[in-house]
């Protein structure tokens, strides 16, 4: 995905079609700076809406933040400015320790295993032909779900008395963890319940597959390629890009859950066994600004946070160089 | 308020709201009286004076749900036909505050968990109310100890008390038989007895089917803690004392009532599955024994499984003396409020025993013709309460209701609360975190409350500062 983006903005903004443009201002065609200021200015009302979303709504509140983690604010009194003292106290801070290793512990689990499972339903979609749109359907319907509901239901389904996943391991003689009470299978827990909204990815996998030419497999087979060979040597090239984008968007998702997890353990019913297995960054961080009204120390978070997922997003694309295929170069 | 505020007629109470184990008749008698003279002494100040009042109205927090809510609203409409009021219904949201707040414009009331009304009266996020309750003429008297503890920072009262909810036990009986244990017996005051009969009522033979005794942690650590002696702040709010010995004492106990159910995980998982408000819940199903637990699951009980085998009593501490932990909501004012004289009527008359008179009897004719009775609304009041547990609540028939009715009555002046501080949420959190940690079996009592007491300090000490 990454790498269509990356081939059609050349495409789209390239040499290539800058040149007609420079012959036309060489040959000294009729092109004055009226007609230019016109389109510059039906360009920015184009993008308007957008520029307005983002200063007032993203770039706006960054700054924002950026000014209150360097003060103590409770948002009831003015800020106060404390220097650095934000962010010396993030490195003292125990629970904040806690609460990123979990979050980082909790994004190695989920997202290696949801690029594994959605790469496997888009396979098996791929292989569909009656009722496929019945199939595509189904599998992206959990993702509609809102949050709060699916964290409500999950609570039953990993019950570890009466849930349907200790149920069905019964079947198979397996005795199931305690998924929702006992601190070491809480994340495993949410890592199963967090498969349920892989729609999004499945459904940008099969339309992957869906572009890889019939050409290529034709030509490895008349090779004599196995199955599994063409799936190494031409599925999986084909799909690197969106594998590589679904990677990035994944990572950055997992860093950041809250909702779910904060209605399972955290909401009105706050979880003896999970104050700390599941206290995610942002539930944290949320518990910082809201309960305990530290919004300048919650501010200094949110960077840190921010910067941590600009430094994994810089290391994933700098790997991206040994592993992502991109058809446009 | 209204000439119906201003000429309150007096009703004695047809019954002792508070009885005596044995009351002699004469006792009884005294009672009444004293009572009454109680009452008269306290009505002129508990109706109030009626304000002027205008204009537009914006209430934070506070839903319609039932006819508690919406008798009193309209009794405060009546009153105030010059007031446009605005509620923004559903529970308090304190982004929604906060925001509110921030942006300079703060509702002109906000009903609010008493416990957290002090994280904003010490930041000058809410008005005293000293001036307010004195031209409404409401003498704060009238309301419990432990709630108005609650609504008080330095010395200044800062909200008015609405709701009082308290702790108390319930057994079931059914399964307390069959171990052979009298309920009459049974109580909380001697632990290594109380450890026994957890053992001996929790069923864990082929798995969990029952557990005895629920200490309900973490969430009642502070009712075990004053049991043994104990409190987790000082009264000013400004120490924390969590590594106290009886704290310390306190957690090892309560956690190890865990262990029959072989453990704090299959314990709470096999809790999780509880139908809790249904008709099948934990005492009709013989899933639990006894537990301490606020006491509107009464109601729940006496709605949805009326036949279940169950007794009431007073938690009591280790001396024997009947103990309850107190908590409820608050009406307050924020600071820039729009309009605070209307802001100042509603407070006034929202928790007004006219109001909760009106309320009450609202409930006990919806509960007449739906065929059920009305089993009492406990106010914080002590004025509404005697008219409404001395009138309008009547003995519905059935024994075990009507005597937890008197039980909880009986337990309302036993009653405590956290007092006031600017930290609420954060000293909550330490003590949380610690209890959940040596159930978890993370750390041993001592060591957990040791790191709460430095953590709860440090963000008092802090919150105090500011």
Known sequence: MGGVGRATSIDAAGRAPRRPAARRRGDGAPRGGGLRRAEARAAWLFIAPWVIGFVVFTAGPMIASLYLSFTEYDVLRPPKPVGLDNYAQLLQDPRLRVSLWNSFFYTALFVPLATLVALCLALLLDRVHRAAGFFRTVFYLPSLTPTVAVGALFLWILNPNVGLINRGLALVGIDGPAWTTDPTWIKPGLVLMSLWSLGGTVVIYYAALRGVPVTLYEAARIEGASAWQEFRHVTLPLISGAIFFTLIVNTIAALQIFDEVYTMYFGQMESGAASNAALFYVIYLFRQAFEFLHMGYASAMAWLLFVLIMLLTAIQLRLSRRWVYYEGR | ?466
């Open chain 2, 1 to 466: 308020m209204t000439a119906r505020h201003r000429t309150p007629k007096l009703q004695l109470p047809s019954r002792p709201a508070v009885p005596a184990a044995a009351p002699s008749r004469l006792r009884t008698v005294w009672r009444a009286v004293a009572l009454a003279l109680l009452a008269v002494a306290l009505l002129p100040a508990a109706h109030g004076q009626q304000l002027e009042a205008s204009g537009a109205l914006r209430v934070l927090g506070f839903g319609l749900p039932d006819e508690i809510a919406t008798e009193r609203v309209a009794l405060f409409e009546e009153s105030y036909p010059d007031v446009d009021l605005q509620l923004t219904e559903g529970s308090i949201d304190q982004q929604q505050l906060l925001t509110a707040i921030a942006s300079g414009n703060p509702p002109d009331v906000v009903y609010l968990n008493r416990a957290d009304l002090s994280t904003y009266a010490t930041r000058g996020a809410v008005q005293p109310l000293g001036q307010c309750l004195q031209d409404a003429g409401m003498d704060m008297g009238q309301f419990r100890e432990a709630a108005v503890q609650e609504v008080t920072v330095d010395g200044e009262v800062y909200g008015v008390p609405d709701f009082y909810t308290v702790i108390v036990l319930v057994l079931n009986t059914a399964a307390l038989e069959e171990a052979g244990i009298s309920v009459d017996e049974f109580s909380t005051s001697d632990w290594e007895q109380l450890a026994q009969w957890n053992q001996a009522l929790t069923r864990n033979e082929d798995g969990l089917t029952r557990i005895g005794f629920d200490p309900k942690l973490p969430e009642f650590f502070p009712l075990w803690v004053r049991a043994n002696g104990g409190q987790l702040l000082s009264d000013d709010g400004r120490t924390a004392l969590l590594d106290s010995p009886e704290a310390v004492e306190a957690l090892e106990f309560a956690a190890g009532l865990h262990e029959p159910a072989g453990g704090r995980a299959p314990f709470m998982a096999f809790r999780d599955t509880w139908d809790f408000f249904g008709a099948g819940n934990q005492m009709a199903s013989d899933q639990l024994a006894a537990f301490p637990i606020e006491q509107w699951y009464v109601n729940v009980l006496s709605d949805v499984s009326p036949d279940a085998p169950i007794a009431v009593k007073a938690f009591t501490d280790r001396q024997g003396d009947p103990l309850t932990y107190a908590t409820g909501s608050a009406w307050a004012i924020p600071t820039g409020a729009a309009n605070p004289e209307a802001a100042c009527a509603f407070v006034t008359t929202m928790s007004s025993p006219e109001a909760w008179e009106r309320a009450g009897r609202a409930r006990a004719q919806l509960r007449a013709e739906a065929g059920g009775t009305y089993t009492g609304t406990y106010t914080g009041n002590s004025v509404a309460d005697e008219v409404i547990f001395g009138e309008l609540v009547q003995p519905s028939g059935d024994a075990k209701f009507d005597d937890a009715v008197q039980v909880i009555l009986s337990v309302q002046d036993a009653a405590f609360s956290i007092p006031a501080n600017p930290a609420g949420a954060e000293f909550r959190q330490a003590w949380t975190d610690a209890v959940n940690r040596v159930l978890n079996g993370e750390q041993s009592a001592q060591e957990a409350l040791d790191q709460a007491q430095q953590e709860a300090q440090a963000a008092l000490d802090a919150a105090w500062e500011e």
